[in-house]
């Protein structure tokens, strides 16, 4: 066979296969697509996942069905979410501790953020902030830490999981303020708000989604937020930075898909993502549960992923953080 030939095949090849993935995307979406979550319903993944499926389901015109699939910090849902149909009917909206943070504090990780998603778009971006119930006696961070600091190990805090920056904002406290605190992890924020409610756990770090609620209802109270300024969300709350600089975690979620995903399915999806974040009402109702939408191109999740796997790697370290 000449190269002539070759090439013409070749020609032929590329012709066909780009017909046939033009021809499934003018077919996608064929069937409802389920949106995957790695937390209980409830907390913050939960809450941005609902609001965007709604508007997703309208652009799209098939059901948008929020998945839920709670447990190990959301580590349980990404593994999960590796083993989908890669076919654009299903999405995962994941977050920073299973893309970031989970392969330095889990040896046995079932997947490589890197090598095992397709990235699609940044999603929602916020701190987390440090509640207790109201029946609590704590008004401010100093004197939770002071308490802290008098009864080593006494006072617990909930997360949405081990590994999630809840966990992380506790962590790196601990390490500032030379304080001794009790991590109690849960299935997702919205577990762990409800125990806070309850009083079976004193304080936690939520997201500002979950908390947002309560603390307008006065059920509980906000001492900190743990960005590395105050949130527009709750202006009048100090940062843990203003009496601990250089302290900082912030929280995002984004969307990534199962590997292999044709080309054309990634960016129809990112279009279609970045649509529905960048619609005021959609945006409106995000800040209001004290988060800021954050569409992206695909490439910019990929560096963001890439970037904040190695400074997480010197956090846990230093913090001595681990899942085993």
Same mark, same amino acid.
């Given at each position: 066979?000449?190269?002539?030939?070759?090439?013409?095949?070749?020609?032929?090849?590329?012709?066909?296969?780009?017909?046939?993935?033009?021809?499934?995307?003018?077919?996608?979406?064929?069937?409802?697509?389920?949106?995957?979550?790695?937390?209980?319903?409830?907390?913050?993944?939960?809450?941005?996942?609902?609001?965007?499926?709604?508007?997703?389901?309208?652009?799209?015109?098939?059901?948008?069905?929020?998945?839920? *699939?709670? &447990?190990?910090?959301?580590? +349980? #849902?990404?593994?999960? %979410?590796? =083993?989908?149909? $890669?076919?654009?009917?299903?999405?995962?909206?994941?977050?920073?501790?299973?893309?970031?943070?989970?392969?330095?504090?889990?040896?046995?990780?079932?997947?490589?953020?890197?090598?095992?998603?397709?990235?699609?778009?940044?999603?929602?971006?916020?701190?987390?902030?440090?509640?207790?119930?109201?029946?609590?006696?704590?008004?401010?961070?100093?004197?939770?830490?002071?308490?802290?600091?008098?009864?080593?190990?006494?006072?617990?805090?909930?997360?949405?999981?081990?590994?999630?920056?809840?966990?992380?904002?506790?962590?790196?406290?601990?390490?500032?303020?030379?304080?001794?605190?009790?991590?109690?992890?849960?299935?997702?924020?919205?577990?762990?708000?409800?125990?806070?409610?309850?009083?079976?756990?004193?304080?936690?770090?939520?997201?500002?989604?979950?908390?947002?609620?309560?603390? *307008?209802? &006065?059920?509980?109270?906000? +001492? #900190?937020?743990?960005? %590395?300024? =105050?949130?527009? $969300?709750?202006?009048?709350?100090?940062?843990?930075?203003?009496?601990?600089?250089?302290?900082?975690?912030?929280?995002?979620?984004?969307?990534?898909?199962?590997?292999?995903?044709?080309?054309?399915?990634?960016?129809?999806?990112?279009?279609?993502?970045?649509?529905?974040?960048?619609?005021?009402?959609?945006?409106?109702?995000?800040?209001?549960?004290?988060?800021?939408?954050?569409?992206?191109?695909?490439?910019?999740?990929?560096?963001?992923?890439?970037?904040?796997?190695?400074?997480?790697?010197?956090?846990?370290?230093?913090?001595?953080?681990?899942?085993?």
């Amino acid at each position: 066979m000449n190269v002539s030939t070759l090439v013409t095949r070749g020609m032929a090849l590329a012709l066909w296969l780009g017909c046939a993935h033009a021809q499934a995307q003018a077919g996608f979406p064929a069937r409802p697509i389920t949106l995957s979550v790695g937390f209980a319903p409830g907390g913050g993944t939960d809450i941005t996942a609902r609001l965007l499926a709604k508007k997703l389901s309208e652009q799209l015109g098939q059901p948008v069905n929020v998945e839920n *699939k709670p &447990g190990a910090g959301g580590n +349980l #849902a990404a593994e999960l %979410a590796t =083993r989908a149909a $890669a076919d654009g009917h299903f999405i995962h909206l994941s977050a920073i501790g299973p893309l970031t943070v989970a392969p330095h504090i889990t040896r046995k990780l079932g997947y490589d953020p890197r090598r095992d998603f397709v990235p699609l778009s940044m999603a929602v971006a916020f701190p987390n902030v440090l509640v207790v119930g109201a029946a609590q006696p704590y008004r401010s961070l100093d004197d939770y830490v002071r308490a802290a600091r008098s009864r080593p190990g006494a006072i617990a805090y909930g997360s949405s999981g081990i590994g999630g920056t809840g966990h992380l904002s506790g962590a790196l406290l601990e390490s500032f303020a030379r304080a001794d605190l009790t991590h109690v992890p849960y299935k997702g924020g919205g577990p762990a708000m409800t125990d806070l409610l309850g009083g079976q756990v004193p304080s936690v770090f939520a997201s500002a989604a979950s908390a947002l609620p309560q603390i *307008k209802a &006065g059920k509980i109270r906000a +001492l #900190a937020v743990t960005g %590395a300024k =105050r949130s527009d $969300a709750l202006p009048e709350v100090p940062s843990i930075a203003e009496t601990y600089p250089g302290y900082d975690v912030s929280n995002w979620y984004a969307f990534v898909a199962p590997p292999r995903l044709p080309r054309d399915l990634a960016e129809r999806w990112n279009r279609e993502i970045v649509r529905a974040l960048s619609d005021p009402q959609v945006r409106e109702q995000i800040r209001d549960h004290g988060m800021d939408a954050v569409p992206s191109p695909a490439r910019e999740l990929a560096e963001r992923i890439e970037r904040e796997l190695v400074l997480w790697e010197k956090i846990v370290k230093q913090a001595g953080i681990t899942a085993d």
